[in-house]
């Protein structure tokens, strides 16, 4: 089996992906989704739709379903120097703080504030958490 060590860091599954390949909305039917197969004996890759799938799982294999939504939460501010930041948040924790991911992160310190333009609407750091680019 492959290097295991890593595949817990956010890191190791970024790549870039052009604009053109993002879904914006769903399919109607769902089930005709794209699905990427990684052929492990040879290396090479083929598209396929979600119907497919069948085709690939053999008795004892599993598959995990994420029904997890997305939150379409991800904001632009800059920071008080005027250099540009962009937080995702993922959940909130109580009326006003949330978890959140945020970039650049190695600038994004515990107190450092971010501001939201046009409006007057601004987020402090409150805390580095342990997950990559983390922050409350």
Known sequence: MGDTKNIFKRAVYEFQLPPALIAKYPNEPRDLSRLLVLNRNNGSIEGKIFTDIKDFLEPGDALVINET??????LSGVKASGARVEILLLRQEAPDIWEALVKPAR??????TVKFPPGPVQAEILEEMEQDGGRR
């Open 69 to 74: 939504k997305v939150m379409p939460a991800r």
């Open 107 to 112: 600038r994004l310190k515990t107190g450092s």
